[in-house]
């Protein structure tokens, strides 16, 4: 039967059920096990909390809050997958890149869920307000967003989608920046980790901006300036905001960048993961420059 479709035109595809610990070919893999169980653990943790009534004297605020920062943060981490794999060199990496997003837009459902909840179910206060609301209509967008790249990231979808597919994943760059936007303006006073995550943005873009230049992302160098341009980029974004947002003088939140013994500011840790990406690729070389000086000096010695 399947041959007689195939001559007749018909294209016979397999499809297989997503199973988060299996590669495509059906092999186990360990790698998605792991990530599997750290996508599962805030929700785990956050559902422990509240069973045990560990949450505090509003469980469900705090439960927005989390589920809105696990949605973040996996979000940035699917966005990771891309530059990490080509800068490792490592292509099973691509394979946890779509449980990272599921895992995002799941968080976010919850996220919304809990909004709904906190409302008492008012749906149609829920509506005015995310439409009232600048920060919430720009996270309702990315919502929505998050949940349309998740129906669409099926085998299925991938192959039927073709270039399309490519096209509306790429938004996910997109959906990423509203929901930076999305945590700044819901912030009160402190903002470090949005403004991390802002400059981890600038981070991931100037990636993709170079090697849309002709950069190689395997090269120290390259990825060593764009460390120090997202560090900088991040110090300017956290200025600006204290500059134009509070009333909180903003020189003092730039000179605090060079002080040391309260806190390690976002610019810093943004530099520091950035240089330790940079040294993933001189990491890699070293064996093989080590095993080609030995013999070398080896035969120097005889
Ligand atoms: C309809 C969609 C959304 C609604 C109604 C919503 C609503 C909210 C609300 C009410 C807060 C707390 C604000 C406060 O305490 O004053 C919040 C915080 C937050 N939301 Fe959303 N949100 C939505 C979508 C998203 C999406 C898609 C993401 C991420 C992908 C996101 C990430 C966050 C983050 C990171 C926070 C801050 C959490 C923290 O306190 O650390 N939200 N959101």
Same mark, same amino acid.
């Given at each position: 039967m399947d041959r007689q479709m195939q001559a007749s035109g018909f294209q016979v595809r397999e499809y297989r059920a997503y @199973?988060?610990? $299996?590669? $495509?070919?059906g092999r186990f893999s360990p790698l998605g096990l792991a990530v599997f169980v750290v996508v599962l653990a805030p929700g785990l943790w956050l559902g422990g909390g509240l069973f045990a009534d560990? /949450?505090?004297? *509003?469980p469900v605020t705090v439960l927005l809050h989390e589920s809105g920062t696990w949605a973040i943060r996996f979000l940035f981490l699917s966005l990771v997958v891309t530059p990490l794999r080509r800068i490792a060199d490592w292509? $099973? /990496? @691509?394979?946890i890149r779509r449980m990272l997003g599921l895992a995002a837009a799941a968080y976010a459902v919850l996220h919304f869920g809990l909004y709904t909840v906190d409302q008492a179910f008012d749906l149609a206060k829920v509506a005015s307000e995310i439409a009232l609301r600048v920060y919430l209509t720009i996270g309702f967008v990315a919502l929505l967003g998050l949940v349309a790249l998740g129906v669409t990231s099926t085998d299925g979808a991938i192959r039927t989608m073709g270039r399309n597919w490519h096209r509306l994943h790429a938004l996910t760059y997109g959906l990423a920046f509203l929901a930076t936007v999305h945590f700044f303006l819901q &912030? *009160?006073?402190?903002v470090t980790e949005a403004t991390l995550m802002a400059g981890f943005y600038v981070a991931l873009m100037s990636c993709r901006v170079a090697r849309k230049r002709g950069? &190689? /992302?395997? &090269?120290p160098v390259v990825l060593a300036a764009i460390a120090v341009l997202a560090g900088l980029a991040t110090a300017g974004i956290e200025y600006l905001w204290y500059a134009l947002a509070?009333? @909180?003088p903003a020189e003092r939140v730039l000179a605090a960048?060079?002080?040391f013994r309260f806190s390690i500011r976002p610019a810093w840790w943004v530099l520091g993961c950035g240089l330790a990406l940079a040294a993933v690729p001189l990491a890699r070389r070293l064996p093989g420059q080590i095993r080609r000086a030995l013999p070398r000096s080896s035969s120097a010695r005889t």
């Amino acid at each position: 039967m399947d041959r007689q479709m195939q001559a007749s035109g018909f294209q016979v595809r397999e499809y297989r059920a997503y @199973i988060p610990w $299996r590669e $495509r070919n059906g092999r186990f893999s360990p790698l998605g096990l792991a990530v599997f169980v750290v996508v599962l653990a805030p929700g785990l943790w956050l559902g422990g909390g509240l069973f045990a009534d560990a /949450l505090g004297a *509003k469980p469900v605020t705090v439960l927005l809050h989390e589920s809105g920062t696990w949605a973040i943060r996996f979000l940035f981490l699917s966005l990771v997958v891309t530059p990490l794999r080509r800068i490792a060199d490592w292509n $099973r /990496l @691509i394979g946890i890149r779509r449980m990272l997003g599921l895992a995002a837009a799941a968080y976010a459902v919850l996220h919304f869920g809990l909004y709904t909840v906190d409302q008492a179910f008012d749906l149609a206060k829920v509506a005015s307000e995310i439409a009232l609301r600048v920060y919430l209509t720009i996270g309702f967008v990315a919502l929505l967003g998050l949940v349309a790249l998740g129906v669409t990231s099926t085998d299925g979808a991938i192959r039927t989608m073709g270039r399309n597919w490519h096209r509306l994943h790429a938004l996910t760059y997109g959906l990423a920046f509203l929901a930076t936007v999305h945590f700044f303006l819901q &912030s *009160k006073a402190d903002v470090t980790e949005a403004t991390l995550m802002a400059g981890f943005y600038v981070a991931l873009m100037s990636c993709r901006v170079a090697r849309k230049r002709g950069f &190689s /992302l395997s &090269s120290p160098v390259v990825l060593a300036a764009i460390a120090v341009l997202a560090g900088l980029a991040t110090a300017g974004i956290e200025y600006l905001w204290y500059a134009l947002a509070t009333g @909180i003088p903003a020189e003092r939140v730039l000179a605090a960048n060079l002080d040391f013994r309260f806190s390690i500011r976002p610019a810093w840790w943004v530099l520091g993961c950035g240089l330790a990406l940079a040294a993933v690729p001189l990491a890699r070389r070293l064996p093989g420059q080590i095993r080609r000086a030995l013999p070398r000096s080896s035969s120097a010695r005889t």
